[in-house]
């Protein structure tokens, strides 16, 4: 009973052929069989079932030897032919060392004789329908670690596209530092990278501490005074920052892109230094202003002399 309910899990995912052309002992085997598989089709003769196997490949064939218009070795030679690895179970009266060898080259291992003891059934099913399951998880896993390999080394490769760049690059995922370049280390001194690299402070809460907007820009609107407002999923792609760094005040450009890092979905921050960019903008916008009042301030003069020698003359 124990080996049933073992075979019944193994096999209930399992879709089954069964090819016998007694239809009484059909009929019979087959209310087994249903108790055992997902899907159970039967079929009278060898070429009816190649029929039916062409269009529905099924997990595990059971077949009679002698059958009308195609016998059991000449289907199961055939359908070998369409699916190589499917397992076939083949029950006959003859126990002739001529038909087992030919099976064995046919590439069918398991054999059982007529009349069919259940338990030899059931031990049978149970040991095909446990090498299914044996050969679906070696697949998965082996499907797991090719996954895990290219996953790897896409992150490695990652990691050195990142580490080349010029630019600061931090990725994280939920706040907790996954891999950070050379160029966003030296922004901070070791304390902090440490602060961080052991997730005691999160990105966000270092960075906020580091951001200062002060009255030298203008424009002090554009620049983000809070780090979770950086790159807003319903705003910009990007969003200007000024930190507080190692080596002084910079201005960054920061763009947030979402990357697969090591298989998981990540977040990736990229720091354009605009440092130079933005206080030339400053000075040029300061120059302008210069001009604009020295101008101004000119034209008011001359129209104020011009007044005064109109005045003049028309006195005199």
Do not use: W
């Not at 075979?7 to 085997?29: F, I, M, R």
């Not at 529905?56 to 032919?81: C, F, W």
């Not at 580490?163 to 891999?179: M, Q, T």
């Not at 990357?259 to 998981?264: D, P, R, T, W, Y």
Request: charged share 30%; hydrophobic share 40%; net charge negative.
């Amino acid at each position: 009973m124990e080996q049933f309910h073992s075979l019944v899990d193994y096999a209930k995912n399992l879709s089954l052929l069964y090819v016998e052309d007694d239809v009484a002992l059909q009929q019979e085997t087959k209310v087994i069989l249903d108790r055992i598989f997902s899907r159970v089709d039967t079929a009278l003769d060898g070429q009816e079932a190649l029929e039916m196997f062409e269009c529905h490949y099924y997990d595990v064939v059971i077949t009679d030897l002698e059958m009308p218009r195609l016998n059991g070795l000449q289907m199961s030679k055939a359908i070998k032919k369409i699916k190589d690895d499917v397992p076939i179970v083949v029950v006959s009266a003859y126990s002739d060392t001529t038909y087992l060898v030919d099976a064995i080259e046919i590439g069918i291992n398991y054999y059982i004789l007529k009349p069919m003891d259940l338990s030899k059934l059931i031990d049978t099913l149970h040991n095909v329908a446990k090498s299914i399951n044996e050969k679906v998880l070696a697949e998965e896993y082996r499907k797991m670690e090719l996954v895990q390999k290219v996953n790897h080394a896409n992150a490695k490769l990652l990691e050195e596209l990142i580490n080349v760049s010029p630019n600061p690059v931090v990725v994280f995922k939920k706040d907790a530092i996954e891999f950070m370049n050379d160029a966003f280390r030296k922004l901070f001194n070791y304390e902090e990278l440490e602060t961080l690299l052991n997730n005691e402070k999160p990105l966000h809460d270092m960075l906020n501490e580091k951001i200062s907007v002060d009255d030298v820009m203008k424009d002090s609107n554009e620049f983000i005074e809070h780090f979770s407002l950086c790159c807003d999923e319903q705003g910009s792609p990007y969003s200007k920052i000024s930190l507080k760094t190692a080596h002084g005040r910079k201005i960054f450009l920061v763009m947030k892109s979402q990357i697969n890092f090591s298989g998981e979905q990540s977040y990736m921050y990229t720091f354009n230094d605009i440092t130079v960019v933005e206080y030339q903008k400053v000075q040029l916008d300061n120059y302008s202003n210069y001009m604009s009042e020295l101008t101004y301030t000119k034209y008011r003069l001359s129209e104020e002399a011009k007044s005064h020698d109109i005045i003049d003359k028309t006195t005199f």
